[in-house]
Structures are given as C-alpha cells and as structure tokens.
C-alpha cells in the first residue's frame, strides 16, 4: 500500500515537472504563444508610449508591463509583440536586481523609429536602451530582432529620440543626464550633456538635427548644441515638464506644464514658446486635468495635446484656438502618449489601460481602436 501511494506521489511530481517543462520551454520556442496565453487583446495593455512608423503603416505601442505591440493602421487586430521583459519574473526578484525601480521591472516609457522604418530604439528603466530591428516581410520569430544594448545611464531611461538623419539617439532619464548615441558606429559612442536638476522625461531633435530638446521635473526646458553640448536655450516652466514637441518649421517649442497656484489653482496649460525671440509666445488653455504628452502636426499648424481627463485636444498654433477636441464616447480613459502619422491626417493615443484610439483629425471621428477590433472604416 505504501508503495503505491509512493507510485502515485511520483507520478504527480513527474507529470507537475513535465508541464512546467512544457510551459518553460514553450516560452523559449515562441514568445507569441506566451503573448497569446498571457495577454489579452487589450485589457492587459498599460500603454505609456506610441509612435506611427514613418511611412505611416504601422504603429508600435509599449507599456509597463516591457511588451512592445505591433499594429497596422488599417487593422484592429494585434500583427506582433516582443516581450522585452519576462512578466512572470516576482517583482521583489526585479527590485533586488534593481531597487530603484519600485517593482516596475524592465517597464518601457519611451519608444522611436528611425527616419527609414527599419529599426527602432526604446528605453527601460533597467538602465539601458537598446535598438531593434524591424522586419515586416520575415517570420513571426524574425520580425524583431536586437541589435544592440547601450548601457550608460545612471538610472532608468525615460526618454528616446532618434536624430532625423538616422546616426544618433538621444536618451534622458532618472540620473538628470541626456545622452546622445551614435548608433551607426560600432559600439555606439557617447555624449553626456549634464545637467538638469532632476529626471529628464522627455528628449528630441529640432528638425534640422542641430540641437537636442530636453524637458525635465525641474521645470526647465533646455536647447543643446548637439555637437558641443552647450545650452542654447533654457525656458522656465512653472511646473513639471513631462513631454516636448519642436514644430517642423523650427519656430516653436510646445509642452504641458504641470504647475499649480494659489490663485487659479491646478490649471494645466500648454505652453507655447517662441524660439525667435526665446519667450512664451502663450499659454492653451482647455484640458481640466494635467497633459503627460503633446505633438506637433507635420506641418506644424496644429499642436496635439493628450490629457488625464480622456481628452486629445488639437491647437492652432498661429492662434491658440482649439482646431479639434477628441475624445472615445465608449471609454473612460487617461491618456499618457500621443502621436501623429506622417500624413498628418490621423492620431493614436496611449492611455493607461485598455484599447487604443484611432481618430481622423479633419472629422474628429473615431476611426478605430487597436486591441479591440472596433471599426468605421474599411
């Protein structure tokens, strides 16, 4: 009797060690399937970041949770996903690897293409930031591929940008540092423009690729020379600088200001600053809760704004009018990213949970929603 209860033990044990064998080296085969069992369409999605591809057909979306989904413009449905980062790894395991990031593992905050499609960067609050290719006409298992991990950074990465030649990369994050990578070069080498007096959240180019654009928790709102590191320019924010924006023609800088008064309040403008004469050229008002992200059109006439109150709110810039105000009537959502396509004609937005919108900017209509294969237009 003993005996066979010893038999049954075992074979649990064994059939318990086999599925947990499967299971591991499923992962292993085929990160897609892990996606698929593990992930569903939308309700897992914690976007903080989006961007359309240059030629407009695909968008990259990317999140907390260290997964990067891809999706075409014209289809709801999910095309492919990278898991940059093992969720089932605890994250107190994560924390004591890292400890200075509360748990959040290897969350992405950041994404960017370069100007061909080809490739794109991310950064990861593990520190680094790392460059993939992109490869639409290979196999699902070939469809990403890492290229290369740049390690410089003092803390996590919560900003990207890639220059409009393709040759560099710059980076700002949790250690009040920008830094700038030139990816063509093997091994990357590196520039640090030091310092903002606290994290660097948001980074970009100037159209013309000279200077670096840098927004920061200190409020302040920095132009480097990207060739000497020397600031420019400086604009003083009454708040925190969570997003920055250059406008195509090099005449503005546009970014949400998390501030409050005394006097009004909690007011959330969006502040727009002349860089001819280096002043706030004025405030837009219009969003009821602060903006995490803005964008400028590609013809720099509007400047796209994306609120905690569910609202994408579209500025002229030549007069500060609201061109747009964009909202999905079906969801409740809190929008963190935001992002233009090429064509101007369309924005997605990055919310905190949930599917993402699609809008047509000349009607204002919601076109459709990634992640939940809700449609209006064939």
Avoid at 259 to 283: A, C, D, M
Wanted: glycine letters at 10%; aromatic letters at 12%; a negative charge.
């Amino acid at each position: 009797m003993k005996f066979r209860k010893r038999k049954m033990w075992l074979s649990m044990v064994a059939t318990h060690a086999l599925c947990l064998g499967i299971f591991f080296c499923g992962f292993a085969i085929s990160q897609e399937a892990f996606a698929q069992l593990y992930y569903s369409p939308h309700e897992d999605m914690d976007t903080t970041t989006v961007a359309f591809s240059p030629d407009g057909k695909y968008l990259l979306s990317a999140g907390f949770h260290g997964d990067i989904r891809l999706w075409r413009r014209d289809s709801c449905e999910l095309q492919g996903i990278v898991l940059v980062h093992d969720p089932r790894i605890p994250p107190n395991e994560v924390q004591k690897e890292f400890p200075e990031y509360l748990g959040f593992g290897r969350g992405i905050l950041s994404l960017a293409w370069s100007p061909d499609g080809a490739k794109f960067v991310f950064g990861l609050r593990d520190r680094t930031v790392r460059l993939y290719s992109f490869n639409p006409e290979s196999s699902q298992d070939r469809l990403f591929e890492e290229l290369h991990v740049y390690d410089g950074h003092l803390g996590g990465v919560r900003a990207v940008a890639y220059s409009p030649d393709g040759e560099w990369v710059a980076s700002g994050g949790h250690d009040e540092s920008v830094l700038l990578w030139n990816v063509e070069q093997e091994g990357g080498s590196v520039r640090k423009y030091c310092c903002h007096a606290g994290m660097v959240n948001a980074v970009t180019f100037s159209p013309d690729g000279r200077y670096v654009l840098s927004g920061s928790t200190d409020s302040k709102v920095r132009v480097w020379d990207m060739h000497t590191g020397e600031i420019i320019k400086e604009f003083q924010s009454e708040g925190e600088v969570y997003s920055v924006g250059y406008s195509s023609d090099g005449l503005y800088i546009g970014a949400p200001e998390d501030s409050y008064t005394e006097i009004y309040g909690r007011h959330n403008p969006i502040i727009l600053w002349n860089l001819t004469p280096g002043k706030e050229q004025r405030q837009l008002l219009g969003h009821v809760s602060p903006s995490w992200a803005v964008d400028f059109s590609p013809n720099g006439r509007h400047l796209a704004s994306a609120g905690q109150d569910g609202k994408v709110m579209i500025w002229e810039v030549s007069t500060g009018k609201v061109f747009q105000e964009l909202t999905d009537p079906k969801e409740q959502h809190s929008f963190r990213s935001i992002s233009y396509s090429p064509d101007g004609k369309y924005i997605v937005a990055g919310n905190q949970s949930g599917p993402l919108p699609l809008w047509d900017v000349e009607t204002g209509k919601l076109v459709r929603e990634f992640g939940k294969c809700h449609q209006n237009m064939k």
